[in-house]
């Protein structure tokens, strides 16, 4: 390793670090730091190497205290206030109405500004890129859902610079679009032209960056694939454009016409990085986009300067002044994906000997990226799909090399001369892309895989990384032994008698994870909202998977109600499962084929289950809530979901003693009577509501009560997934919260 290497590699280290603390320290230990740095500068390589470590330690300790100051103050979390604000980049628009991000926010009446804000506003008026708005919003400081293998909302809220999200209330558009908004004006000039083909907004993707332009159909189909960096503008397509643009101009450069006296190089360089750039901000200038743009740059800069880069440098120099510019852009999936997306081509296709077929350097390609990969969308929960080698060597050059430059050209026409024809030819091309795509994602199954630990991910790493090197042939064997933490992960099932209960933290809302040695059980499993955000697909499934369920014994539906029973098709559609049960199977979606609730007794792996099914006349549909009771030698597990004090009356005669009690009907105050409580005499009462709920779940009185009758309560809107481990030898124990679990800097408390 070169002595800059090592410096960049050090910088990068320390620009790193503090994400992966749970709490930043003081910025009075920048002074020790940049004390010692200062020092170590005057010693050799190593000493300098830990300097540079230091140094951006210390920057980025700086850049996240200012930006963790940005964020809602907390005497305005939760309240409804009156801001002023302007619209921020291209709106979304979504089955209810409208999110968008807004800027340059103030209260109205006040000169102090507010974080940038990400707002929804239901049923909404449209709203346009650069309009002055104002807003009565309801707001809360940047939380999300916190369970094993889920995608974490504060992360991304955190590196997109956005400091609370808010729901509107209603709104009053104060002004017009200013200049900044003309890349709605562009919007809105495409979207005519493209009218007259069927699905034609798609280009908008391309042209635009403006996601909002796929439906949820078409993304199924992209992630099935493997194509979904296709439709978004990536450092795919401003590389390519930029290679495009270089050879062109090369090629017109050496026209006896065009002769140009001067080194083409210094011509065609630059002509390759405007085109890129003038494309870059034609897209929003995304952070994708950004880092394209900047390996562009350093491309051009170095070719100019000595005319034989080193791809592996500009590579870490590109990766070291983005994280610079924001040490925060880490937490970002694309961050990752993007950048070892270069870099295992740079180390997998490097030291190669010649090949002279095109399509042979091609397929390379795309299997170092295939493999190379892999690891990654492991840590970041993403599945791969498994036509995505074979689609990606077709779809790419049919998107680089004919939809993209056709549709680039027919916006540059449209706009000089009015003529669509070009940009409508660009959309009838892509249209016959997705309809290919949408046949392969017919029978293309998408890979799930669990992420194996730290120790175990990083031995897959080594493996695939092996499997790229010029000495895959000698280091097959171990590569392969490498990557079986990935195929065949260890997971920590509990033992014969053992019982292992996970409530997911699904909002208001309830998922519940029963597992023994060799079964699992879903009870409900969380909602589907309005907006069409599935918690069964986007919370509850990644726990399941983290968990190392490959299919569920039982799914039992405890009533039909959307917050218990909305995202259970999801799951079901995703995961083998042997039986559904629920105790209203008539409102459920007939694909579940739900069995009635009625009483039964079974025993899994030592473990004994009952059902209680209500048999209250005309009940109404909380009372018709399928009771599970859950016995090991060691304590037991009451799940009521959403039954009344009138159900809960009736069950006093079936119920036992239990360790854990699931609150019914989330603390309602139309539950957990004195009678039911002393009856069942839990050590843990569970409440699974969402923070600060319209509902005011759980109800203080019932909190009261519980403390009353010496029950310890637990929160899953502050604590996260909850888990505990009953039977065996050992009492049982509330193992752990998981928000307290994976804390890091940037969760809420």
Request: aromatic share 10%; proline share 6%.
């Amino acid at each position: 390793m070169s002595d800059l290497r090592l410096l960049l590699v050090s910088l990068l280290a320390g620009l790193l670090l503090p994400l992966c603390l749970s709490q930043l320290p003081l910025l009075w230990w920048l002074v020790p730091l940049l004390s010692a740095a200062l020092l170590l500068w005057r010693l050799p390589l190593a000493g300098r190497g830990l300097c540079c470590l230091l140094c951006g330690l210390a920057w980025a300790l700086i850049f996240h205290h200012l930006a963790m100051a940005q964020r809602l103050d907390q005497a305005l979390n939760g309240h409804t206030v009156q801001l002023e604000g302007r619209i921020a980049g291209l709106p979304e628009q979504t089955e209810t109405g409208w999110r968008f991000q807004l800027e340059s926010v103030r209260r109205q009446g006040s000169a102090v500004p507010l974080p940038d804000l990400r707002l929804h506003w239901w049923g909404g008026e449209p709203v346009a890129a650069g309009e002055l708005w104002s807003f009565e919003t309801r707001l809360r400081r940047p939380r999300g859902l916190s369970n094993p293998g889920s995608f974490d909302y504060e992360a991304w809220l955190y590196a997109s610079g956005t400091g609370g999200v808010g729901s509107v209330r209603g709104g009053k558009r104060l002004s017009l679009s200013e200049s900044s908004s003309w890349r709605e004006a562009l919007r809105a000039r495409f979207s005519l032209a493209l009218a007259p083909v069927p699905d034609g907004q798609r280009l908008l993707a391309l042209l635009l960056g403006d996601k909002s332009s796929l439906r949820d159909a078409d993304w199924d189909v992209l992630q099935a694939t493997g194509t979904s960096h296709l439709m978004v503008i990536s450092g795919l397509h401003v590389g390519m454009l930029a290679l495009t643009v270089f050879w062109l101009t090369r090629q017109l450069l050496r026209w006896g016409r065009f002769a140009w006296a001067w080194p083409q190089l210094w011509l065609s360089a630059p002509v390759a990085l405007a085109a890129a750039a003038a494309y870059a901000v034609l897209s929003g200038l995304g952070v994708p986009v950004q880092r394209a743009l900047l390996m562009c740059a350093l491309v051009c800069c170095v070719q100019l300067w000595q005319r034989k880069p080193s791809p592996s440098l500009i590579w870490l120099t590109a990766l070291v002044v983005v994280v610079a510019l924001n040490p925060a852009a880490p937490l970002r999936a694309g961050f990752w994906l993007s950048f070892m997306a270069v870099g295992v081509l740079i180390f997998g296709l490097s030291g190669r000997l010649a090949r002279h077929s095109v399509w042979a350097r091609w397929g390379s390609a795309q299997w170092v990226v295939y493999l190379g990969l892999w690891p990654w969308l492991v840590l970041w929960g993403m599945p791969s799909s498994a036509s995505a080698l074979l689609v990606n060597l077709v779809a790419i050059p049919c998107l680089s090399l004919l939809v993209l430059p056709l549709a680039l050209l027919g916006a540059l026409v449209e706009l000089l001369t009015g003529w669509p024809l070009f940009l409508q030819y660009a959309a009838v091309a892509l249209s016959l892309l997705f309809d290919a795509l949408a046949w392969v994602a017919g029978f293309s199954p998408l890979l799930h895989f669990a992420f194996p630990g730290w120790w175990g991910w990083l031995c897959a790493l080594a493996g695939s990384l092996m499997l790229l090197s010029p000495l895959t042939r000698l280091l097959w064997l171990p590569a392969g032994l490498c990557l079986l933490p990935l195929l065949l992960p260890d997971f920590q099932r509990p033992e014969h008698g053992q019982l292992q209960v996970t409530v997911l933290d699904v909002g208001q809302g309830l998922a519940i994870h029963v597992q023994t040695a060799e079964h699992d059980l879903l009870y409900d499993a969380g909602a589907r909202l309005s907006s069409g955000f599935d918690l069964g697909e986007a919370g509850v499934l990644p726990a399941l998977l983290a968990s190392g369920v490959s299919r569920l014994d039982m799914l039992l539906i405890s009533h039909a109600d959307n917050d218990h029973a909305g995202g259970a098709l999801a799951i079901h559609q995703r995961l083998p499962v042997d039986r559904v049960i629920s105790g209203e199977p008539d409102r459920l979606a007939p694909d579940l084929a739900a069995e009635p609730c009625r009483p039964q007794h079974w025993i899994w792996d030592a473990v004994s289950f009952e059902v209680l099914s209500n048999t209250l006349q005309a009940a109404a549909a909380n009372d018709r809530s399928c009771v599970l009771q859950i016995t090991t030698d060691q304590g037991s597990v009451l799940l009521p979901g959403d039954i009344r004090q009138a159900g809960e009356y009736q069950l006093l005669p079936a119920l036992r003693h239990a360790s854990v009690l699931l609150a019914p009907h989330h603390g309602s105050g139309s539950s957990s009577s004195y009678a039911f409580i002393r009856q069942v005499a839990p050590r843990w009462v569970v409440f699974s509501a969402g923070a600060n709920n319209r509902y005011g779940h759980p109800h203080p009185k019932v909190v009261a009560r519980y403390r009353e009758l010496a029950v310890e309560p637990v929160y899953t809107a502050g604590s996260g997934a909850v888990r505990f481990r009953l039977g065996g030898q050992a009492e049982p124990e509330l193992s752990w919260h998981w928000r307290e679990k994976v804390r890091r800097f940037w969760h809420e408390q």
